[in-house]
């Protein structure tokens, strides 16, 4: 008889684990949809937790007030502009690729501002001259191909702008209801990182969301500054979709590449167009973008966190490529974690 029972308590012990865990698989796969948008929408919280409190303060302590100022921001930011980028790829992207077929049968300029260079500029010129009379045309055709196949690629990528802007509203109804309700929420998890670690816990959580503030302060805020101005000056050197352009710039200054790739393309497009006066111009813009770019970010990250530059840089970096774009506040936020817990470690060792 004891035999059987114990048989009999391992048969329910293995049926309700197999019963948990499918449920626990059926669960997952039914909120998988909704799992980017909600740890999106929980970066975006921590973030911007501060202000949503000083927009309460300003409209009467009324926190839903609060609530449709923020739900108003998110949308401005997350979605309005991407459906004006894809609307001017709509609009404009047969131009492009029609411009890009064209390109064999163009003739290079011969820049002659190259002479007014010191010391290189004759020499410069004179091999440029070379290349025209030679080979230039056998190198734009060369070119043109992948122009073309890169402009395609971007407009069949456009098509999946829907997938973005479903996470972005789902992103924006979990933001909300963690605001609402993020006094609440924030208790809990201390009470679980207590019950979990007590001599850590609390200052695990603590860090995260100081490293979290610090992305977003240094590398999201830097990004958007730098996109406005860069975008400000796409449009008064009357650059061809100036949309598509700020979004790649943006893009670009959040993956810590910087904005000197975007703004050379530009500059090359300007004086390959004749454009001298415009092209000058977005030189100077690429200077002060690059200066901004550097200083602005140190300060942000350094007043958002008092962690090492280039623990944050290391984590946006990594994170990136191996998370995407969550990896943004992942890599920062696990990469701080690990040196503060080394560093109190090594502190208490001493």
């Known amino acids: 008889m004891p035999a059987e029972k ?4 391992l048969l329910k012990l293995i049926l309700n684990l197999l019963i948990i865990g499918l449920l626990i698989i059926i669960t997952y796969r039914i909120v998988e949809v909704f799992l980017f948008g909600f740890f999106w929408a929980v970066m975006v919280v921590i973030a911007t937790w501060p202000l949503m409190i000083k927009i309460q303060k300003k409209l009467f302590n009324k926190r839903w007030l609060s609530l449709l100022v923020m739900a108003l921001i998110l949308a401005f930011v997350c979605i309005i502009p991407f459906i004006l980028i894809i609307s001017s790829v709509a609009q404009n992207g047969h131009h492009l690729i029609e411009w890009a077929k064209t ?3 163009q003739t290079l300029p011969t820049f002659d501002w190259l002479e007014n260079i010191p010391t290189f500029g004759s020499e410069l010129h004179q091999k440029w001259l070379n290349l025209i009379q030679t080979d230039g045309t056998d190198l734009v055709s060369s070119i043109q191909p992948y122009i073309g196949t890169m402009i395609g690629w971007l407009l069949e990528q456009a098509t999946n702008i829907g997938i973005f802007i479903f996470h972005a509203g789902v992103m924006i109804i979990f933001s909300l209801l963690l605001f609402l309700k993020g006094e609440s929420i924030t208790k809990y998890v201390y009470l679980l990182a207590n019950r979990l670690s007590k001599q850590y816990g609390a200052t695990t959580v603590t860090l995260a969301g100081q490293s ?3 992305v977003a302060l240094g590398v999201v805020v830097t990004a958007i500054t730098l996109a406005l101005i860069g975008g400000l000056s796409f449009l008064l050197t009357n650059m061809p979709l100036p949309g598509v352009l700020t979004l790649i710039l943006f893009i670009c200054c959040v993956a810590q590449i910087g904005p000197v790739v975007v703004m050379l393309g530009c500059i090359a497009w300007q004086f390959w167009s004749g454009h001298t006066i415009e092209g000058i111009c ?6 002060i973008l690059t200066t901004l770019d550097s200083v602005m ?3 942000l990250i350094k007043k958002g966190a008092n962690l090492p530059f280039l623990l944050i840089l ?3 970096i990594g994170g990136l490529l191996s998370f995407g774009i969550m990896g943004l506040f992942i890599g920062p936020v696990v990469l701080a974690l ?3 817990i080394i560093e109190t470690w090594v502190d208490e060792q001493s």
């Open 282 to 287: 977005l030189i100077v813009v690429a200077i």
């Open 338 to 340: 690990t040196y503060k």
């Open 6 to 9: 114990n048989t009999t308590d």
């Open 212 to 214: 979290i503030r610090a």
């Open 297 to 299: 970010r140190a300060y």
């Open 314 to 316: 290391f984590g946006v």
């Open 103 to 105: 390109l064999q049968h």
